[in-house]
């Protein structure tokens, strides 16, 4: 069916979590179009693994939000790692332009005026929207970027360097942009900065590439050694396989940052990690668990150095612009295989980041085939 | 009996955790004397809740570590908040000279060699000694202020300026210095800082003022309104009783650092608490909870703000030194409650803080009567 833009967009969607590996094919009403709004051809997509648990609904206790969507679809389109063409503007845009090549990341809109917003902290807004499954304050669920089409406030659109092709540039825009923020926050004027990864995945790929990038020490930290080479050539300078006894040994006091990469806290062994970073010094989760899981540790644990934990949340417009940057200048590009985008695809995307089979990111492309559009 | 100076010191001893609430007056063979050490004549000390711990021995699994002494005293003295005066330095040192008045705080001794010690984090040294119920490198346990004299290193013996009265001094050694570290390292540099204070008891009451003093505008929490006429005399802008329901309402996104000074942790709504920090901000405990307590808290709850929770030791010297210069100049002290230092005396001290029957700080005074000594 051809797609009946800009009334409709056509997107893979559910309606109920037990179908999250199998989004079907639908048209759907965009939000309204506002003056700061901005319309995505969409080229390609990345999966992320927020998908996952967005579809499934592991990160709420209530039913989908579609459901209860004052207008538009109660089915609901994921994908926050898009990467197309701008295809109209609002009339206060000034950001972009029709014709840009842009990427969009997991958050689509915040206030624009609060203290947040105005300090470069705009994912941290309390009216932040995301890409998907989030409610804007017209009541519109919003649908991602698994479609034809997606609208977003400008801020969100990011320009995107020439020389970087799109399905490499698309997980820089959720999964990258996530680990650069916390990175550069937490090594910036730190001379021979020393960062740990762990978890060699779709995050942490991406995490050594950039750590490095930015000048750091990278120790990249894996349960076992199926990864060690790849973390070597992705740039890490040592690797450490918690599953040896004993490899905490001679880590005490190295670590200006550990990131935690890997989306489960509850399988680390927090009284052996936090010992290794420096002192006042910080290990940051972004890997994202289920909404009902705890860190467990204990007050006494962060004494032998005044350590804090905590987590991070995506980045904001000045960072990702950065980090496209970095990638150019460094030339380091996330390991992407491409699946041609349709319901089969999407389905084989989902399953197999589901079992942890890829290596390192997904990114669906051939929208342009697929839907007719990219004219 | 008179004290046998130098070969023997006398103090308030345990030998049995179960008879934590009544220590018995002991003679004991001090640490051999080093080059960097000083003898320290006390004339008074404050009571920590670190002593309540230490003597019931519940921040360790094991025997009390006197037991294994390699030498010296199968019994224990507590007591980390010294005033006195030098008697004695040993060959090599330079940063103090017999007469002058000290302090000594709740460490004794570090390496001065490596990175740690190097940077001004010699609290967080691997091989740094606590002032009592800790092993030296030469198998001494280390016995605390509850005494006729204390030797410790000279880098842990502090100059106290004129005009501070001892009895007022000694609870910033530890207590004042633990609030003081991390309120100077979280706010340092942040325009018009916010902090608040959860427990307004021993370390909190010095907590708000010290805020107060490096310029914060601070809120005292409490869990009611009992404290909260004393919160306001200690210079607190602002008082919240969290007993009252919504008492989070209207401070999202407001607190540069909160300190925690309650001594649990699992009381307190960290779901709550920490969305009142601004972003990337930190949650600090210094009230020192049971061995085996957790944090419990989820890494969902970090995503309103990218804070970060931990804790932190003690300080440096040039903190305690900077505390005390503070104190003189804008003019607070700590509310404090002396006891005469005897059997008794001891007793009512650690029994009535046990109790939480203390506003806010007791100083044990009279030890150069007691003991026969100041002459």
Redesign the interface.
């Known amino acids: 069916m051809p797609v009946n833009y800009p009334s409709e967009f056509q997107g893979f969607a559910i309606t109920d979590p037990k179908d999250w590996a199998n989004p079907k094919l639908t048209s759907f009403q965009p939000k309204n179009f506002e003056a700061h709004d901005v319309d995505i051809e969409v080229e390609c997509c990345g999966i992320c693994a927020s998908e996952l648990f967005s579809l499934k609904n592991e990160?709420s206790d209530a039913p989908l939000k579609c459901l209860s969507s004052a207008y538009g679809p109660k089915s609901q389109v994921v994908g926050h790692e898009v990467v197309g063409k701008v295809v109209a503007v609002g009339s206060d845009v000034t950001l972009c332009k029709v014709g840009d090549r842009v990427g969009l990341g997991a958050q689509c809109f915040s206030c624009m005026e609060c203290?947040?917003c105005k300090?470069g902290?705009e994912q941290?807004c309390?009216k932040a929207v995301g890409t998907y499954c989030a409610k804007y304050a017209d009541g519109y669920v919003s649908q991602g970027g698994y479609a034809s089409h997606v609208r977003a406030h400008e801020h969100f659109c990011f320009p995107i360097p020439a020389g970087l092709p799109s399905e490499l540039v698309a997980p820089l825009q959720c999964g990258g942009l996530t680990v650069y923020s916390?990175i550069k926050?937490n090594i910036q004027g730190v001379k021979d900065p020393k960062v740990a990864v762990i978890g060699i995945g779709g995050l942490g790929h991406m995490a050594i590439m950039i750590s490095k990038a930015l000048g750091a020490e990278v120790t990249a930290i894996s349960r076992g050694y199926s990864k060690k080479e790849d973390a070597t050539k992705m740039g890490a300078h040592h690797f450490i396989a918690t599953s040896e006894e004993g490899w905490e040994n001679g880590l005490?006091?190295t670590f200006d940052l550990i990131l935690n990469c890997a989306s489960s806290?509850t399988a680390l062994d927090l009284d052996k990690l936090l010992p290794c970073l420096k002192?006042?010094k910080?290990f940051?989760?972004v890997g994202?668990?289920h909404?009902?899981?705890?860190?467990?540790?204990?007050?006494?644990t962060?004494?032998?150095?005044?350590?804090?934990?905590?987590?991070?949340?995506l980045g904001n417009r000045e960072e990702i612009i950065e980090l496209m940057k970095l990638a150019v200048e460094h030339n380091f590009r996330p390991w992407v295989e491409t699946i041609k985008v349709s319901e089969a695809g999407v389905s084989e995307g989902l399953t197999r980041l589901d079992k942890g089979d890829v290596r390192y990111r997904f990114t669906l492309t051939g929208f342009h085939e697929f839907f007719g559009t990219g004219k």
């Open positions: 990160w203290p947040r300090s902290n941290y309390p916390p926050r005490a006091d806290t002192v006042n910080n940051v989760s994202l668990p909404i009902g899981e705890v860190f467990n540790v204990r007050p006494f962060f004494f032998s150095n005044g350590c804090c934990i905590g987590s991070s949340k």
